[in-house]
């Protein structure tokens, strides 16, 4: 038996993980990992719909500043520097 090691649950597996979301050839000379379809979780930055999200446009930073926006529901964090 051919041993693989599944990129989505971390099981070692022979023919099919725990997660049922990778197959493993069951030649030994052929590793071909077979990806099945279907919807996935977006992780949370990418979900949140606040209106306060993603930092505001236009905005001056003087030389040597930097602005840090947080955003209130999710907590995204994202530095904006002046150049």
Not at 33 to 38: A, P, Y
Not at 40 to 47: A, G, T, V
Not at 49 to 55: F, G, I, R, V, W
Request: aromatic share 8%; with cysteine; proline share 8%.
């Amino acid at each position: 038996m051919y041993l693989k090691w599944c990129d989505y649950c971390g099981t070692d597996t022979h023919t099919t993980c725990e997660c049922s979301r990778t197959r493993i050839a069951q030649n030994p000379y052929v590793n071909i990992r077979r990806k099945q379809s279907g919807f996935e979780d977006l992780p949370p930055e990418l979900r949140c719909t606040h209106l306060e999200h993603n930092p505001p446009t236009g905005l001056y930073i003087p030389q040597g500043k930097q602005y840090r926006h947080v955003c209130p529901a999710c907590g995204k964090e994202v530095v904006l520097r002046s150049i």
